[in-house]
């Protein structure tokens, strides 16, 4: 069968359109650059690229007033186990300096990350690996990347969420700011020990779940971040935000599992309350 000439041109005007929507279509995809730093990559949000120290460092509890480096990090190194040809599933293995090993799946969809996390103590020695932290760098999705500012300018943009309420960071009062290290931002869960958290400010106010995010320099998105269970929600001096996960420490032989998602979405606070409420069950009304 054969086309007639303006048919075909047709056939081709279509094609084309549609080559164009699907490569306009929204995909986050994975890179990895050593020694732990795992890179979002969206040609549709803005920087193009979320930078995440991933992991930051494994803690040790008794953490909120005590040195950083000589008391609460426990080294580790990480390995690249495998990305996939479309850059779409990481797996990780951390090996803890106690001996833990930890493995990571992270799979990137068109809006979303996910973490699927097993740490797992194969020695006869109990581990005190209670908490880990990826630290997430936002100054280029929030806009605010000049050297020198203060590294709290984009504040305005975070959000965290109290008496249910989103709500934005430079919003939140009281504000603590009397710490062995300064400045920062920690909000402690009702099931987490306050002695147990970053040594930075620790604020008196409790957050209604484990969400933490940020809106784009322009308005259009949103990105954030859950972990189940969590440590603390935490605003840092790197224009980062955490939601760090718990462990709870392990003993011989014992695993644990802790999931997690990125969610860089449209900015439609309902839609993202409703995909989180559904992803992490376990924290709605804590």
Request: a negative charge; charged letters at 20%.
């Amino acid at each position: 069968m054969k086309f007639q000439p303006a048919v075909l041109s047709v056939l081709t005007w279509l094609s084309a359109a549609i080559g164009l929507h699907a490569s306009d279509k929204p995909t986050l995809t994975l890179a990895y650059e050593a020694p732990h730093w795992l890179v979002i990559h969206g040609e549709h949000f803005p920087g193009k690229d979320i930078r995440i120290n991933y992991l930051e460092a494994y803690c040790r509890p008794g953490s909120t007033d005590t040195d950083w480096r000589a008391h609460t990090v426990i080294p580790h190194t990480a390995a690249v186990i495998s990305l996939s040809d479309d850059k779409q599933t990481l797996k990780l293995r951390d090996t803890v300096a106690d001996g833990v090993i930890v493995e990571h799946t992270i799979t990137a969809t068109d809006d979303e990350i996910t973490f699927a996390i097993t740490a797992h103590n194969p020695t006869v020695t109990p581990s005190e690996a209670h908490w880990a932290q990826p630290c997430i760098r936002l100054g280029d999705f929030t806009g605010f990347t000049a050297k020198g500012q203060a590294p709290e300018d984009y504040l305005p943009k975070c959000f965290i969420f109290l008496d249910s309420k989103l709500t934005r960071m430079n919003a939140i009062q009281p504000w603590a700011k009397e710490a062995r290290y300064i400045p920062g931002q920690v909000w402690c869960p009702k099931n987490v020990p306050r002695t147990d958290v970053n040594p930075r400010p620790l604020s008196p106010l409790v957050p209604s779940n484990g969400l933490i995010g940020c809106f784009s320099i322009d308005d259009k998105l949103i990105f954030a971040a859950a972990f189940e269970p969590y440590q603390e929600l935490f605003q840092g001096v790197a224009r980062c935000l955490h939601s760090d996960f718990r462990i709870g420490g392990l003993k011989p032989g014992e695993t644990k599992q802790v999931k997690g998602k990125i969610y860089i979405v449209p900015n439609d606070v309902d839609a993202l309350m409703a995909r989180y409420a559904k992803d992490f069950p376990e924290q709605q009304g804590k």
